[in-house]
């Protein structure tokens, strides 16, 4: 009678059941198994002499980084200095350094006024991207629907998607469409890099508006300040660093754009970018193209420095404490 029960209660056991925990009971013997080894490979790793070597160091994450900037940077600055103060003697392999690319760019006219011309262009063009950019930024970093600042933010990226050459010849095309005769014309280059630039300065100001603490603005409403001088005094004040660096992102590629000067200036402006490539692809003078490049590049360095001290000064410089006990004095104004 007993062994005729245990038969029953064998054949009432659900199959499947048996089978679930049979596979079950093998999965955590191979995850065991895993972790086993893992935790033998991290103890094998650990007892290495690399491991102890890059043990608590910042330099081996940073190396990735420093390679990039060795070989797509520096070794092409480098490059670039060499050709412009090295030339050959004749059909000899002797070379002899001289700064009279440099004295030729000084002394010429036309390329120094080339170069101020970028400069102006860029400048302008940096100026209405940050004057354009920072109230779609504002509105963007103010708005409460996570939804709609994600669409926002598609529209303001999605340029930066699609090819810069489509983007110009879709821009040229348009004006051969409404104004033919705005093509190589300043309006052209300056609308065309107003197009192609705004992103870069949306960007860093949206980052600057959103990361910003609301207290002191709502406190500052609380206490009867009004809305215009609540924004000068507080927010625009916060936001300067965001500013700063949309601009020097966008007067940085303006200055060196040349599809830009390319399809809308219609050779009838020439920029700096197009000079330098005149004189590398079609001039055959490596070594006066490089000299432009590199007084260029000392130009754009500039900018970027002096860039970087004005945004240091307004986030760094005292601290948050700095930018809020100057708001309480104007709030208490």
Known sequence: MKKNKDLEVVNQFDAKELDQAIDQQLEQTESSKKRLRISELKKSFSETKLFNFTKGKVWPILLPFFVVMIVLIILPLISIVVYAIVQPTGNSIMFKISLENFIKFFTTS??????????????????????????????????????????????VTMPIWISMLLKVLGLQSFFYLVSPTTIGTPIAIIVGMVYMFLPFAITPIYNALESRTLDLEEAAKDLGMSSHKTFWSITFRGSIPGVITGFTLVIVQAATSLIVVHYLGDGKINLIASVIESYFFKGNNFGFGAAISAVLTVLIFLVIVIGRVISNRFEFKGGKKKWRNSSRVAISQ
């Open 110 to 155: 036309n390329i120094f006024v080339a170069m101020m011309l970028s400069i102006a262009y860029a400048v302008v063009s940096s100026i209405i991207c940050v004057v354009v950019g920072y109230p779609i930024a504002l509105m963007m970093a103010n708005t409460r629907s996570k939804i709609l600042t994600r669409n926002m933010w598609v529209l």
